[in-house]
C-alpha cells in the first residue's frame, strides 16, 4: 500500500497507544488524533498489522544477554504465526556494532514510516552498550521496513548528540509527527532529564530535518518510565506524554509525575507542559470520538512508602484517564478493579495497570482499553496475572461490558501457572486483516522465557481460539533469561 492511500486511511481510523499509533476500525471509524502515522505497524505493507516484541535478556553467539528483537507478521485470516517472524540482533547482516554481553539490544523500540515509502521502519535501543569507555552509553538503530518486513539492509545508528558516562541513550524511544509537517519524527530519551527529537523526517543516508533539544519537568532513570505520543489537543501535531519523577519528594507527596508537552510548528513546547496524574506507563487515543486525542496512564502502586504519602495510588493499583481538549488536559477519570462493572477485586500487588493498550476490539469507532493485572492471582495461583478488557464509548471507558482474560480463559493457550506474570505487555491491533483488534499479550513463562500470546477478537469481543509463541518457536535461545515481549513497540 502506498504513503498516500495508507495516511488517507489513517486519517479516518481510530486513534491507538502508543506513540501515534492507530488502529482501523470496521465501522463509524473515531477520528484519528495523528493523521500522518500509518494506522499500525505494517512492516511488510501487507495492511495487516505487525507486532514487535523485545527479547533484551537473549543470548546471542554465546553472549549473555546481548539481546534480540522480534517482529512477528500478522497473516490475514489467521493471525501471527511463528514461521512468519524477523529475529534481529546485533549479528544480523547490515546491523550496526556487534552483539556483546549486556547490551540489552530491543530493550525499547518505536515505529513509524520515517522516509515515507510506504513501509513502517523501526527505531531499536540497546541503552547498556558500552561506546569508547563510556559505559552503559548506548545505541539506538533504525531499521527499514520493505516487501519482506524489516531487514538489516541500510540500518544505521542515531548517535547521542551529548554523551556523557551511563546516558542510556535510547532507553525510551516514541514516535510521531510533532511539528506537523506531514514527515514522521523520532523522539529519544536517557536516563536523564532531556529528551531529543529528531525532526522531518530520517532518510536511509541516515539525515533527518532539524534536532531539538527538550528539557523535560522530571528524571526518566526509572525502569518503567517512558514517553508516548498522540495528538491530545487536536491540532493535527503529536504531543509527548512524558513520565518520570522530580529528585525529591515534594511535601511529603510521592516524587514520580507525568507531563503533556504540546506540538507546534517549532517542535515540543516544554515550556507550556501540563502535569497529568501519576503513572509508569502511558498511551494516548481518541477513546470517545470526539477529535482530541485521551491520556491513558496505568499507575500500579498502592499507598505510602517511606513516609512519602501517595494521593493518587489505588489497592491493587488504578488506571487514569485524562480525556483531550483544545487546551491538551481535560476531565480526569479513575478506574480500579472496584470500579462497577470491571471484573475482579482490588487486591495487594494485583498490578492493576501495569501495562494498558487502546484499539477497537468490536469495530464500534470507540476505542477499547486492555489492562495488564501482571500480579493477579487467578484461582489461588499466585502472579499467574491476566489482562481486563474495558469497552470505550461515547462519554469514555465503562465498566460496562468488561472482560477478564487469563490463561484459563477459553481459546487462550496454556494455563495459569505461578509467576506467569501473563499481561507483562499487551497489544491491541489488527493482526489478522478482519477491522478488529485482536489481543497480543506477552508472559514471563517459563522463569522468564516469556511468550508472546495471540487471542483474536470475534463476535465483538477478545474470544477467539489463540496460540501461543515460545522463544523456540520463534528462534531465540532459552538460555538465561530472554524475557520474550518485556516490551511491546510503540
Known amino acids: 500500500m502506498n504513503r498516500r492511500t495508507r495516511t488517507a486511511l489513517a486519517t479516518l481510523a481510530a486513534a491507538a497507544v502508543t506513540g501515534g499509533l492507530l488502529t482501523f476500525a470496521a465501522t463509524a471509524p473515531a477520528l484519528a488524533v495523528d493523521g500522518t502515522v500509518a494506522s499500525q505497524a505494517d512492516f511488510n505493507g501487507d495492511g495487516v498489522g505487525d507486532v514487535i516484541g523485545s527479547a533484551h535478556g537473549a543470548y546471542v553467539g554465546g553472549e549473555a544477554e546481548a539481546g534480540q528483537m522480534i517482529v512477528a507478521y500478522g497473516v490475514k485470516g489467521t493471525g501471527p504465526t511463528a514461521s512468519r517472524r524477523t529475529v534481529v540482533s546485533q549479528s544480523t547482516s ?158 511529603g507527596v510521592h516524587p514520580d509525575r507525568n ?42 502502586q498502592e499507598g505510602s512508602a517511606g513516609g512519602v504519602t501517595d494521593p493518587y495510588a489505588a489497592r491493587g493499583g488504578q488506571v487514569w484517564i485524562t480525556y483531550g481538549s483544545e487546551q491538551g488536559v481535560g476531565a480526569v477519570q479513575g478506574i480500579t478493579q472496584d ?16 501495562e494498558l493498550d487502546l484499539g477497537d476490539i468490536d469495530g464500534d469507532g470507540f476505542l477499547d482499553l486492555a489492562v495488564g493485572v501482571t500480579g493477579e492471582n487467578v484461582d489461588g495461583v499466585t502472579d499467574s496475572g491476566s489482562v481486563v478488557v474495558l469497552r470505550g464509548s461515547a462519554s469514555g471507558i465503562t465498566g460496562a461490558g468488561a472482560q477478564f482474560v487469563d490463561q484459563n480463559t477459553a481459546g487462550v493457550p496454556g494455563s495459569n501457572e505461578k509467576h506467569d506474570f501473563f499481561g507483562t505487555d499487551v497489544k491491541l491491533d489488527d493482526v489478522d486483516g478482519d477491522g478488529r483488534a485482536d489481543l497480543v499479550a506477552s508472559s514471563g513463562e517459563n522463569g522468564g522465557n516469556g511468550a508472546l500470546t495471540y487471542v483474536p477478537s470475534t463476535g465483538g469481543r477478545i474470544a477467539g481460539t489463540g496460540r501461543a509463541l515460545s522463544p523456540t518457536a520463534l528462534g531465540v535461545s532459552t538460555a538465561g533469561q530472554p524475557h520474550i515481549g518485556y516490551r511491546l513497540a510503540d
Open 339 to 354: 470500579t462497577s462493572g470491571v471484573p475482579g477485586t482490588g487486591e495487594a500487588h494485583d498490578g492493576f495497570g501495569h
Open 94 to 251: 547490515g546491523v550496526p556494532g556487534s552483539a556483546e554481553a549486556g547490551d540489552h539490544f530491543g530493550h525499547s523500540t518505536a515505529y513509524a514510516d520515517f522516509d515515507g515509502d510506504g513501509y513502517d521502519d523501526v527505531a531499536v535501543s540497546a541503552p547498556d552498550e558500552d561506546l569508547s569507555g563510556d559505559k552503559d552509553g548506548g545505541t539506538v538503530t533504525v531499521l527499514w521496513g520493505s516487501a519482506s518486513g524489516i531487514t538489516g539492509k541500510d540500518a544505521f545508528q542515531i548517535e547521542d548528540p551529548a554523551p556523557t558516562s551511563h546516558d542510556m541513550w535510547g532507553r525510551l524511544l516514541t514516535a510521531g509527527d510533532f511539528d506537523g509537517d506531514g514527515k514522521q519524527d523520532l523522539a529519544v530519551g536517557t536516563n536523564r532529564t532531556k529528551v531529543y527529537l529528531f525532526k522531518g523526517g530520517i532518510t536511509r543516508s541516515g539525515s533527518y530535518g532539524s534536532r531539538q533539544t527538550v528539557q523535560t519537568p522530571v528524571w526518566t532513570e526509572a525502569t518503567y518510565y517512558h514517553l508516548a505520543a498522540g495528538d491530545v489537543n487536536g491540532d493535527h501535531r503529536t504531543d509527548l506524554v512524558v513520565n518520570g519523577y522530580t529528585p525529591e519528594p515534594q511535601d
Open 259 to 300: 507531563y503533556l508537552l504540546l506540538g507546534s510548528a517549532s517542535g515540543l513546547d516544554a515550556a507550556g507542559a501540563q502535569e497529568l496524574r501519576p503513572g509508569i506507563v502511558t498511551g494516548v487515543g481518541d477513546i470517545n470520538h470526539d477529535g482530541y486525542g485521551d491520556i491513558v496512564s496505568g499507575w500500579d
